[in-house]
């Protein structure tokens, strides 16, 4: 007798392959093959048999991060947890992203370095290792940049393009009031490398009016596109503190610079003749201007556009020493005071409610100290990207990023 199943015999046929299995189209039987390492059997109407052999879908996946990198977890759509293990990372942070969104940034300064949370992407789901913008704690020298030609003799400030391509020097010439141009220097290497050669390219075909008194203004912000430049002309000698606004044919090519101004606001707020410093949003539509040792909010309604400021009844009382310096991060959550005492110390207040002066912690603070002393001739701190600062006054950029560091564990689980 044979070991087989006979031909005409209803109880199916004889497998002949290793790992098939018995499986029916609703007319007949039909073999199914064996699928490939790691699949499991799943019910499928698109197939004849009605099932199939597909990659398993769910379950935990793990990463280990030590380095700045992006995760992108199989696990891409659907309700998934996701719990990051971060009290042994020592510098960065980490992003956590929901179709293309920051929802979570976990830092190496936060209390409670645990995150656990159910998500619910749509299309993507990503984790981003990366430095910290704004890391005091950890700052470090970068250099002294060697920059030579143009007009003037004393440096009045030293601040980056956007992108670290381009450094820009606001100089004068000592002892000889309004006389002050806005030069340009081609960055040779690395984007914001301090130390790389630089190659002289022009600077504003004449000194700029209204930021040329005495020791001069300060520049404050570009807009968005870098077809306008905005500076801010420090009260001195009977000179009314003064925001303004210079037009550029070129972006961000001064140059093409207009030296008269476009327009301009006076702040209304603080004494006269009092220390004095300003700054801007990134998006434009809030300035602050600085008087002592109290901040002044006022409110554009046309982003970037001065002449559509006005007071917006705002302020509070900082400390940090006498403040030389103001600035507010990308997303207008934190403002960073630079103060007068010896020790250099910025201070970094948050606000409540993004921008909003009214809503700033004056009671709850971080003191970052040996930054950098400044003083009347120092004023502050320059705008940059958040990593690289250089204090108005001084020829020296400092690095103040915070690099990823440490060890970081996460996983995915749907």
């Known amino acids: 007798m044979s070991g087989g199943i006979g031909g005409g015999s209803d109880e199916g046929f004889d497998l002949d392959t290793k790992g098939q299995i018995h499986g029916h189209n609703g007319t007949s039987q039909v073999a199914i093959s064996v699928g490939t ?9 698109t197939q004849a048999s009605g099932i199939a052999w597909e990659d398993a879908s769910g379950g935990a996946e793990f990463n280990t991060f030590t380095t700045a990198t992006t995760w992108n977890p199989t696990a891409q759509t659907g309700v998934t947890r996701v719990m990051v293990d971060y009290t042994a990372q020592t510098g960065g942070k980490l992003d956590l992203k929901v179709d293309g969104s920051t929802v979570a940034t976990l830092q190496d300064s936060d209390s409670n370095k645990v995150y656990d949370r159910i998500l619910n992407p749509s299309s993507s789901l990503s984790l981003v290792s990366a430095e910290k913008k704004f890391g005091f704690n950890s700052i470090t020298t970068e250099g002294t940049p060697s920059l030579s030609g143009g007009s003037g003799n004393s440096d009045l400030q030293l601040f980056w393009k956007p992108d670290g391509t381009v450094l820009y020097r606001f100089r004068r010439n000592s002892g000889a009031n309004y006389q002050a141009w806005l030069q340009q220097f081609t960055n040779n290497g690395d984007p ?87 700054c801007m949003t990134t998006n434009g539509d809030r300035l602050y201007h600085g008087n002592y040792g109290t901040v002044y909010q006022y409110n ?56 909003n002066l009214s809503t700033l912690d004056t009671v709850n603070y971080t003191d970052y100290t040996g930054v950098g002393s400044a003083s009347t001739n120092a004023y502050g701190l320059n705008w940059d990207n958040g990593l690289h600062v250089c204090f108005q006054g001084s020829t020296t950029f400092k690095y103040i990023g915070g690099a990823f560091s440490g060890t970081t564990y996460a996983s995915v689980n749907q």
């Open 37 to 45: 390492n790691g699949q499991v059997l799943k019910a499928d109407s």
């Open 192 to 278: 914001f490398d301090a130390t790389a050669s630089f190659t002289y390219n022009g600077e504003t075909s004449a000194t700029v009016t209204g930021m040329d008194y005495f020791n001069g203004g300060r520049w404050l912000s570009w807009n968005s596109d870098g077809t306008k430049i905005i500076g801010f002309n420090l009260e001195q000698g009977g000179f009314t503190k003064r925001v303004r606004s210079y037009n550029l044919s070129t972006p961000y090519d001064v140059t093409t610079m207009s030296t008269t101004e476009n327009d301009n606001y006076t702040p209304t707020q603080g004494s006269a003749n009092a220390q004095q410093w300003a």
């Open 300 to 355: 554009l309604s046309t982003p970037f556009s001065l002449s559509s400021a006005s007071y917006s009844g705002n302020s509070k009382s900082v400390s940090a020493g006498t403040p030389y310096g103001f600035y507010v991060n990308a997303d207008s959550s934190e403002l960073y005071v630079h103060g007068s005492n010896s020790s250099g110390t910025i201070r970094k207040y948050a606000f409540g409610t993004a921008g």
